[in-house]
């Protein structure tokens, strides 16, 4: 009896081992990667990003600095390729991949930057002699709170949505 109690005991121990190890493997990473794809009349549009949560933190002007260049999600710079060329609130983009960045400012009017080094981690080593573009864009209010960070391309451009501002950026 002690020795088919003690099998028990060791085979539920290595249940529970294996079970926490699962679920430890399967948990959800902080900012998971995702992909915004869509249309613009021929052009093929696709946003990759690692998407934050706010998670009670304040955004913009203090986890997200005011006037400094930010790489629009989490991780790896977020990525913008376009398969044909394009304008960008009215000016010139040729098709390619580039890293997207913003410089939100408190203003309302942000910067949108596409940058011609594809892959970068962060903003840590930005160069901006690499733009292929920069412009303008004007924010708008949110009705609600957007806990994730989430790009979404439509048939006028693309919006970045996160907390409660959305970041429109016109596309012909």
């Not at 290595?14 to 992909?35: R, Y």
């Not at 011609?116 to 920069?134: N, P």
Request: net charge positive.
């Amino acid at each position: 009896m002690k020795t088919m109690i003690k099998s028990v005991a060791v085979v539920f121990a290595a249940m529970t081992i294996s079970v926490n190890a699962f679920a430890q493997d399967t948990k959800k990473p902080a900012s998971p990667a995702a992909t915004a794809t869509g249309k613009i009349k021929d052009a093929t549009i696709t946003i990759a990003y690692n998407s934050p949560s706010v998670k009670e933190r304040t955004i913009w002007g203090d986890l997200v600095a005011y006037n400094k260049v930010w790489r629009a999600g989490a991780n790896e710079a977020t990525t913008f390729q376009t398969d044909k060329d394009i304008t960008v609130q009215g000016k010139s983009l040729p098709a390619g991949k580039y890293s997207f960045f913003l410089i939100p400012k408190e203003s309302g009017t942000w910067t949108a930057i596409f940058n011609k080094e594809s892959k970068q981690w962060g903003a840590y080593k930005y160069e901006e002699s690499k733009d292929a573009l920069r412009v303008d864009v004007k924010t708008k209010a949110l009705p609600a709170k957007q806990e994730t960070l989430m790009y979404k391309v439509n048939s006028n451009g693309f919006t970045m949505d996160w907390d409660k501002i959305s970041v429109p950026v016109e596309i012909k």
